[in-house]
Each structure stands twice: as C-alpha cells, then as structure tokens.
C-alpha cells in the first residue's frame, strides 16, 4: 500500500486523525492484511479478529517486543521489562503480577474509596467548576501513589514526585518512537526528571529497609523480590518497575475513567437508575460497605468499564517485530518487518452491534458480544498484554 506521498499531500490526514484512517482505508481498499513502507522500514497491518490471531498467538521468540518498544527504556531503566532478556522479564512481570493477587487487591480497594472520598470532599468544598480529565488524572495519581509507590510518597512526597513525574510524562515525545535518545530539550527534561525520582525512591527504599518495618503496597514487594537464581532486585530495578507499572496503569485508568463518566451520564436518567439499583442492592448485602467483593457483583458497572475500553482503548496500536517469518492467508511476513494489529480499528468493525453506541449490554451473558477471539483486545490478548493487565485489574 502506498501511503508517504499520499501522506505527505495530506490525503491521510495524519495531524488530525492519526493512524488510524490510514488503517480504515488500508483495510477497506486491500483487506485484514496489507503492508505499507515508510522510508526503509515495512509495516504490516493485521486488521479484525481473524488477522489479529496471527499476531497474539505467537509467542515472544517469533514476534519480539523489545525492537518496538526501545523508547520505553530511557524511562523504566536499562535491564526493566523490554530491555531485559526474556526470561528476565518474565520473572519481573510474575512480581508485578503478585502484586495484583486477590488479597493485595482487596486491600486497594480501601485505600482507593479513601482517596477517592477525600478527593470529592474537597472538590465539592471548592464549588468551583473543574476540568474533568485533569480531575481523573490527579485522582489516579493519588490511588496509585497510596497503592503502588507507599504511603511515604503519597503524603510526605507527592507533590515532588508527582513534578517529576509530569516533566517524565512530558518527555515522552513522538520523536522518541523512532530516536529515544535525541539530543532535544524534552529528553534532557525527560531524564533529568527520572535522575530525581531515582533519587527520591532510594531515599524512601533505604529508609524502609533501615526501619525494618514491612508496608503492604506493590513498593514492599518489589523490595522483598528475588529472581529465580535467588538474587533480590536491586534498587535500580526496583525504581524502574515501579515506574513501568505506574506507565501501565496510570495512564490506562485515567483514560478509561475520563470516558466513562461523560458515556454513562449520556445514556440518561433510566440507565443512570439500572447502575444506582445495582449498586444499593449490592451494597445493602455489605452494609454499606464497597469493597472487593461488592466491585465484583456490580455487572453492569463492569459491563460500563468494558464497553468504555471498546470504545476508547488506550492502546490505538499494538506493534512486534518479526523474529520468525509468519505465514497468514498465503502471504508471508519476512523477519525484520514490524507487524500492527489495532484495538481502536479491531473494536468498530461489524463484529460488534452497532459498533460507533455505547452499548454496555453488548456484554451480558445474553448477547456476549466479545465471544469471538481477539475482537475484545483493549490490552491485547495472551502472552502479549501482560504489563497492562495485571495494572489494570
């Protein structure tokens, strides 16, 4: 598929729409399959559920995501997730993962309904009008500063980190897909930024294990960590995967919440009704009390939460690079290509009802919508969406 000239005569509209028309229009003109070629690199796309098993059934040695992914490592770390070798990272992704047990889990939500109980007291005490995206933003941070990072970041350091964080965040530029290390004033930020948190998680680290006294929050556990050979991970590790579980849960949950309100609200007063009945008789069983086991029987509020990551995933692209030649419809995937499967495109094709509606209901046992493989993949699918997973739960 030809696409630089066209692109850079504007017919793509990329500044304002991004990749994703050229990937309607690549699946609409050549099918689930096609290829297009920006200067020496080719890119092959995987459109619909079909496609996309080609790409989620391969395992890490077959499509690789550390060729992809190389603008993470100035961020998390050297030798963090995808800079690690495989059986590295997958030791670092089980800790994450342990991290998200049923019993860390219903701790959270405690922590959470605190946070979220003293955020809205205050905002309602302003009576000021208020930016909602930013307000879910400030309000993830402060969850997933008391759950993830220690009760000594949330309230002695939160302000210093969440500075740091923000200039890091900034840093991360579309440049920096393609040259991670750029000589450009956001990167020199970027970097600074992550000197200081470094800086600042050792100081909180050395000063738990100085105390000897045991935190119950994902900080603790990287702490008391070890690998298979019985090493601990070292303080550097322990900063890098705090900070690549925060990336993958932070930024994911803030803008799942940011959409879902403004869709819930929008289906109106009888819909608002079905989710408040839900969550009184819910809550009645528990006397009042939201904890784990009250979130867990709220099915149309998860319902709500899987409809908005239809909707609006945060992931627009998932990428690989071909290690193994992939075989897909006759046609072969050469090593050396990077291939695109896309959850934004995957959950608006004619696999869904009405696929443009927010239609939480799609996903009741009723109609269950997503039965089909790979056309639900807001985090991707097996082997391949572990990170955002587990941060995500």
């Known amino acids: 598929m030809s696409v630089l000239i066209p692109a850079l005569k504007g017919d793509f509209k990329l500044k304002e729409c991004g990749p994703l028309e050229l990937i309607r229009r690549g699946f609409k003109q050549h099918g689930d399959i096609f290829r297009i070629k920006i200067l020496h690199q080719s890119f092959t796309f995987l459109v619909g559920s079909d496609a996309s098993t080609v790409f989620f059934k391969a395992n890490d040695r077959e499509l690789s995501q550390k060729e992809v992914y190389g603008f993470t490592v100035p961020v998390f770390g050297k030798g963090i997730v995808y800079d690690a070798p495989l059986k590295i990272m997958n030791q670092q992704l089980k800790f994450v993962k342990h991290g998200v047990t049923q019993d860390m889990l219903q701790s959270y939500v405690a922590k959470v309904v605190d946070e979220a109980e003293m955020y809205l007291h205050n905002l309602a005490k302003s009576g000021e009008v208020f930016d909602w995206v930013h307000a879910m933003s400030e309000l993830t941070m402060f969850t997933a500063s008391r759950c993830l990072l220690g009760q000594e970041v949330r309230h002695d350091l939160h302000e210093e980190f969440a500075d740091y964080y923000e200039q890091l965040n900034h840093g991360m530029v579309h440049l920096g897909v393609f040259w991670p ?60 995967l705090l900070l690549a579980t925060l990336f993958a849960g932070q ?15 929008n289906k109106g007063k009888e819909f608002l009704g079905r989710l408040e009945a839900e969550q009184e008789k819910v809550l009645t069983g528990t006397n009042g009390e939201l904890n784990f086991s009250a979130l867990s029987q709220m099915d149309l509020l998860y319902w709500c939460m899987k409809e908005t990551l239809r909707m609006c995933p945060p992931l627009i692209l998932l990428m690989r690079y071909v290690q193994v030649p992939r075989v897909y419809k006759g046609y072969t995937i050469p090593k050396g290509e990077v291939v695109i499967t896309s959850p934004a495109v995957n959950h608006r094709l004619d696999t869904w009802t009405n696929p443009d509606v927010f239609d939480p209901d799609r996903f009741s046992p009723e109609r269950h919508e997503d039965k089909v493989p790979y056309s639900w993949i807001p985090f991707g699918s097996g082997r391949h969406c572990k990170l955002f997973v587990v941060c995500n739960v």
């Open 181 to 240: 290390y750029a000589p450009i004033p956001a990167h020199k930020t970027r970097d600074k930024a992550r000197e200081n948190i470094a800086k600042l998680f050792r100081r909180v680290i050395q000063a738990r294990r100085a105390s000897g006294v045991k935190h119950n929050d994902m900080l603790q556990l990287f702490m008391d960590s070890k690998y298979l050979d019985g090493t601990q991970a070292s303080d550097d590790e322990i900063v890098g």
């Open 251 to 265: 930024h994911t949950s803030n803008i799942t919440s940011s959409w879902a309100c403004p869709f819930i609200y």
